[in-house]
């Protein structure tokens, strides 16, 4: 059993930064590849990035390419989700997700293939 905790949402100013944060509890972090997902009112959720579990493979939707850094700190098991440069269209409740993975370098982008997810945290940015 994985417990997933994100934090660090709020209200910022269309072209500033947020950074979330995920923290799992359990001492088998390593063992999962970590998404972030969000969805918006009225819409249903997407994809946003994934990493692997080594944190040396990574993956983003394209409307947050360039903009947006996942990484993770296997010794605090936790990941991150930089995000600069945010538009209205990146408000959402953002919500990570851990799946188990046998290799150690694989991603997943398929919400339904995670086996767990935290409660979500909502990011708002003004226009």
């Known amino acids: 059993q994985v417990q997933l905790v994100e934090s660090g949402g709020g209200l910022v100013q269309a072209g500033g930064s947020l950074r979330l944060s995920c923290v799992a509890s359990?001492?088998?972090?390593?063992?999962?590849?970590m998404g972030w997902f969000r969805q918006a009112p009225g819409k249903e959720r997407e994809f946003v990035a994934a990493?692997?579990?080594?944190?040396?493979?990574?993956y983003y939707a394209d409307s947050v390419k360039g903009r947006f850094t996942i990484s993770r700190d296997n010794a605090k098991n936790t990941v991150y989700l930089q995000m600069n440069n945010l538009k209205p269209e990146d408000t959402a409740v953002y919500s990570c997700a851990a799946k188990y993975a046998a290799l150690i370098e694989q991603v997943t982008l398929i919400a339904a293939s995670y086996d767990y997810w935290g409660q979500g945290t909502q990011v708002t940015v003004s226009s």
């Open positions: 990493i692997s579990r080594s944190g040396r493979t990574t």
């Open positions: 359990g001492r088998t972090f390593r063992s999962y590849a």
